[in-house]
């Protein structure tokens, strides 16, 4: 399969999905501004935080291994989770996000570059075999570790999909599961309830025992595996939650 031209940060996910919308020279203009300035905004906020991280004593082992891990927890963790994945990305590891080819999926791009991390372009919901694939290259290629959420991205809520078991199976990559919870929070009107932590609250961190998935599974041994990393992320969950009270 011949691969397409990437830059350094980001790797595509061929076929890219066509966007109704265009990219114009004033939507360009306006991305460029507006990203770091939001990016400036949710670091402001992250800085406020009391983030308390626990368990990532063997993910650390990974990272300085440099051996490429599927990082998984909930669509919404979303808000919390990237301020601990940057501080991986510090430690070298290939953290890669999942992004939509649409325009709205443009915009996260740039703030993911403003973040750090890289980016593969793909649609779990209109595709997920060729995320699936597009993931599989940052893996095997790049050595990169995704991102996944692992009910995302249109839920059922906490009912975590197989796309990371299926990811761990056909590349031996980890599967590490996370979670957060924070202390005080006002939460989105979306499926997930998206929490966005209050300034100046504690939010807790756990990282779970990396998972690892063998090769050869039946469909049922497969589930298995799936409902092990749902119960392990919400376990992670409960202790989160417990440890902010």
């Known amino acids: 399969m011949t691969e397409p031209a990437t830059s350094p940060n980001q790797q595509t ?6 966007s109704k919308r265009r990219m114009t020279p004033l939507r360009r203009l306006i991305y460029t ?3 770091p300035l939001i990016v400036g905004l949710i670091r402001l906020m992250w800085w406020t935080y009391r983030f308390e991280i626990r368990g990532d004593e063997q993910l ?3 990272a300085a291994e440099g051996s ?8 919404g963790d979303l808000f919390m989770m990237p301020w601990y994945l940057s501080r991986l990305t510090e430690l070298g590891v290939g953290v890669t996000y999942l992004v939509s080819p649409s325009m709205d999926g443009e915009y996260a791009v740039r703030l993911l570059n403003v973040i750090g ?4 372009r793909g649609s779990a919901t209109r595709s997920g075999t060729k995320a699936i694939r597009g993931l599989y290259r940052v893996i095997v290629k790049n050595h990169g570790s995704p991102v ?3 009910d995302g991205p249109s839920g059922p809520r906490h009912r975590c999909k197989k796309g990371a078991v299926v990811l761990g199976q056909l590349t ?3 599967i590490v599961p996370l979670a957060a919870a924070p202390r005080r929070a006002f939460h989105l009107r979306t499926w997930d309830r998206l929490p966005v932590p209050l300034p100046f609250t504690r939010v807790a961190l ?3 025992e990396p998972m690892e998935v063998p090769k050869d599974l039946t469909e049922d041994e497969v589930e298995i595996h799936r409902q092990l990393l749902e119960d392990r992320i919400n376990k992670l969950g409960r202790r989160a939650g417990e440890r902010v009270g």
């Not at 490429?68 to 669509?75: D, E, I, K, Q, S």
């Open 117 to 120: 991390g890289r980016t593969v």
């Open 172 to 174: 031996d990559a980890r």
């Open 13 to 18: 996910a061929p076929p890219k999905a066509v």
């Open 68 to 75: 490429p891990m599927v990082l998984a927890f909930w669509h």
């Open 33 to 35: 501004l507006t990203a």
């Open 60 to 62: 650390r082992e990974i």
């Open 206 to 208: 756990e990282v779970g």
């Open 148 to 150: 996944v959420a692992a």
